[in-house]
């Protein structure tokens, strides 16, 4: 008689496993809470109980119970814990749904189920180390966390004052290299100690403990553990595999990265929504850039802003370049055309989306400078838009450099398509780490982190 293929059960609950195979299961689930999940969330303990008692019914009621939080477990580490009705509209990344069964009964088939357990987790550096970042932080959370460093005066280097021994303990609590002598003199070493705070916080490295910094020493390191929790779960909405070659903009830090063969090429700072004009997270494909865009007025904005500047001032829109345009509806619309004054600048990165978001140039570059820079209705300016044209355009035999050059200084509207279309990712980094191994914090700008948090929170405990 020939062999008759493999059937796996029709039930996970089926398959018999092995001893070593529990104890793979169990390690698994007892490191659970490594990934951002509760402490109790998919806990062993009770399942290996019965897989110990001496009864088989019990045993089986054992296995049933590892099975279930191994799947329980697989689908909220491959594909995150938030239901499709707990996403914003404008979240609009969207984890890829994972069913675990049919992959886990093929793997204790083919006795693969370690292999199968370490493809779970999203396959990322980025989330490989706040994982890491995730457990220093809950050891800092273990010792009592940080106290407060009292309001005051601004602190600097020379400055003598009881407030220095306060902050001199709260960086140490995140920084080991901080030598704690208790001396309230405001000394060099607290002051590099300080910049290096300031860093990973996004915020200007002056060495002088104004509001801003304060503030951001002062978040409780509960907070700090959301934030990182948070992002972990972002990290799962993003594909298995990330194209070699994308654009990355942090919307929160307002930083742009281009990829090539998944290395940094470009990197420069851009300027995002302000919190009500909130940027979207969002994938999607550059397909063309505009060279000289003309700008066609969003109605919320024109209402809102333009026209109100044009009866307090007569004259606003004329000055600088609007015109009004005719719809076929019988209504009309504002478009500011193409030139010095045109807030779209010299360049347009055109990609489908539901939001009508775009990268562009902007003539107003002060912002660039500014450490807090989210200040668009939701687009995102990018602070070197030639650079990035030319590296988008790399290898068109059309759209040269100086091709690109010569059609900007024309002056006319003209519309280039992209040689290979080049992935685009707007996404919502608050956490993060750096190559030193320190982790970074921003603000939550939008408040998307503790909405994630209390959204995952009555997702799990099925609270409103």
């Not at 021994?165 to 060099?188: H, I, K, N, S, W």
């Not at 553990?225 to 909405?237: G, K, P, S």
């Amino acid at each position: 008689m020939p062999q008759q293929p493999y059937a796996p059960p029709a039930s996970p609950y089926a398959v018999s496993l092995r001893p070593d195979q529990i104890d793979l299961l169990a390690r698994v689930l007892t490191e659970a809470p490594s990934h951002g999940f509760e402490l109790d969330a998919y806990a062993p303990g009770s399942a290996l109980s019965l897989l110990a008692a001496r009864d088989p019914v019990s045993r089986q009621s054992g296995q049933t119970q590892l099975i279930s939080l191994t799947l329980a477990y697989a689908k909220a580490v491959r594909s995150g814990r938030l239901p499709a009705s707990g996403f914003r509209s404008d979240w609009g990344l969207r984890p890829v749904d994972y069913d675990p069964t049919a992959d886990f009964v093929q793997a204790v088939a083919q006795d693969r189920l370690g292999p199968w357990l370490d493809t779970l987790p999203p396959p990322y550096t980025g989330y490989q180390t706040l994982r890491r970042g995730l457990a220093t932080y809950r050891e800092i959370a273990a010792r009592g966390g940080w106290t407060p460093v009292p309001a005051g005066p601004s602190l600097k280097l020379g400055s003598t004052d009881p407030r220095v021994v306060a902050l001199e303990a709260r960086l140490a609590a995140e920084d080991p290299t901080v030598a704690v002598d208790g001396v309230a003199v405001f000394d060099d070493g607290l002051s590099q100690a300080l910049m290096r705070a300031q860093k990973r916080f996004g915020l200007n490295p002056d060495g002088v403990l104004g509001a801003a910094t304060l503030d951001a020493l002062n978040t409780p390191v509960e907070q700090r553990l959301d934030q990182i929790v948070a992002n972990m779960e972002r990290w799962r909405w993003l594909p298995q595999v990330l194209p070699a070659d994308r654009i990355q903009v942090n919307i929160a830090a307002a930083v742009l990265s281009m990829f090539h063969h998944d290395s940094p090429i470009l990197t420069m700072r851009a300027v995002t929504g302000r919190p009500g004009d909130e940027t979207p997270m969002l994938q999607s494909q550059i397909q063309s850039i505009v060279l000289n865009p003309p700008w066609n007025v969003p109605s919320s904005i024109a209402s809102k802003e333009l026209w109100p500047k044009e009866r307090a001032n007569p004259g606003y829109l004329a000055r600088n370049d609007f015109i009004v345009i005719p719809t076929g509806d019988g209504g009309s619309r504002l478009q500011q055309k193409a030139g010095p004054k045109a807030a779209l600048g010299l360049i347009k990165f055109d990609f489908a989306n539901p939001y009508g978001v775009y990268l562009h140039d902007t003539p107003s570059r002060a912002r660039f400078s500014s450490f807090s820079r989210l200040a668009s209705h939701g687009c995102v300016r990018v602070e070197r838009p030639v650079d990035l044209a030319r590296a988008v355009m790399e290898g068109d035999p059309v759209w040269t450099p100086q091709a690109i050059d010569d059609a900007i200084a024309s002056g006319k509207t003209v519309r280039a398509t992209l040689p290979q279309q080049i992935a685009v990712y707007l996404l919502y980094w608050t956490a993060y780490v750096t190559p030193d191994g320190q982790v970074n914090f921003r603000d939550d700008p939008y408040g998307w982190d503790r909405i994630l948090v209390q959204r995952i929170d009555a997702a799990v405990h099925g609270s409103a």
